[in-house]
Structure formats: C-alpha cells, structure tokens
C-alpha cells in the first residue's frame, strides 16, 4: 500500500510539474546557449496615455541612497497604476528625474516578455510609453529565475508558489525514485553503479569548488 501511494505521488506529482520542468530545462539551455534568435525584440510600439499625477514623489540630492530607491520604486508604483501595467522596476535603476526638467519623470519597468520606457510629463498630464516586446524564449529566461511578486498581477505572483510546489515534488521525485528501485530486485547493479557514478561526482565537484572556488 505505502509503495503505491508513493508511487502514485510520484507519477502524479511530475506531470504537475511537467510544465515547470520543460521550461526551466529550456530555459537553462538559453542560459548556456544564447543564440541570437532568443534575444529577439519586435520593433518598439510607441503610445500615449492621459494620466493625472501631480504628487508623483520626487528624489532630491539630499537623499541617502535608500531613500532615492524608496522614493522611485513609490513613484514607479504611481506610473505603473496610473497606466494599468504590471511589471518591476529594472533592477539596475533605470529611473530617473530630469534634472533640466522637474516636470518629467522616466520610469523604467519590465516584466517577462515586455519592456515598457515610460516618460511621464506631470503638468501636461501625459505619459509616452515605449513598449518593446520580445520572445516566448525570453518569457521562459524571465520565468526561470523569478521566484517574488509581481507589481500589479496577483496572477503572475503566484508563479514563486508553483516553484516551491515544483522544487520540493522534484525532491520528493529524487528521493522516491530511489526507494522504489530499491523494491526491485533486478537490475540492482546497474542503479548501484549508476547512483554510486553521480553521487560521486557531484561530491567531487562541490569538493572542488569549495577548495578551489
């Protein structure tokens, strides 16, 4: 009874993850082959919005460094509302107030898939965005490694829940899988040789990187 239900779990739980696990393997192999057709961008798509923001927060020099973050990632979230996206603010901090014009303000936000460039004009009450889409290629680079919130998507958000789901049913996989090899008495010397193989270069390899790293 107890190796069914393992079993069963184990079936079940990786064709819930099959999705996951398809794109993060995908993705790892962009990661390590970036052809140029996965960095592929559409042509920019340039539009106009009215928006009303006349309390958006303004940096000043004065400022400590965390407070300048503070105050963009508060005036990011107005544009980004204002505007109806949902994306985060680049993590290089691409923006910034003009500081020839108190009026404008560039927000920068991206999200997997879509680059948005947004100059906001306070007392005209007008936003000018750049949108810049990519390919379902970077969809799943930007998938790969997001495991937080996304501003403005309760939806997207749930995606770092999938993850954990994913990581601990692949560590379940792993450890499962040997269990039910261990009930077959067949093949044994294979599995030992095969399990004994990798254990041991992974142990070498972290071994390695500790020493040598």
Not at 6 to 33: K, P, Q
Not at 193 to 202: D, E, F, P, Q, V
Request: glycine share 8%; net charge positive; hydrophobic share 40%.
């Amino acid at each position: 009874m107890l190796r069914k239900t393992i079993l069963n779990v184990h079936i079940y739980g990786g064709l819930l993850c099959f999705s996951y696990l398809i794109i993060f393997g995908i993705s790892s192999l962009n990661f390590n082959h970036p052809f140029a057709f996965t960095r592929a961008k559409q042509e920019p798509t340039k539009w106009e919005h009215r928006v009303h923001l006349p309390d958006l927060p303004f940096t000043s020099a004065v400022m400590t460094a965390e407070q300048r973050i503070a105050t963009k990632a508060a005036a990011n979230h107005a544009v980004r509302e204002s505007l109806g996206l949902f994306g985060h603010q680049r993590p290089w901090g691409e923006s910034w107030w003009d500081p020839h014009d108190p009026d404008h303000y560039h927000a920068s936000l991206v999200r997997p898939g879509v680059e948005y460039e947004v100059d906001v004009y306070i007392n005209r009450e007008l936003a000018r965005v750049t949108e810049t889409r990519t390919n379902a290629w970077m969809v799943m680079k930007g998938l790969h490694g997001f495991h937080g919130e996304m501003p403005g998507s309760a939806f997207v958000s749930t995606w770092r829940w999938y993850t954990e789901f994913c990581t601990f049913v692949v560590l379940f996989a792993g450890a499962s899988g040997v269990y039910l090899w261990t009930r077959r008495r067949n093949e044994r010397c294979v599995g030992y040789i095969l399990l004994g193989a990798t254990t041991a270069c992974s142990l070498a390899l972290m071994i390695y990187l500790t020493l040598h790293g």
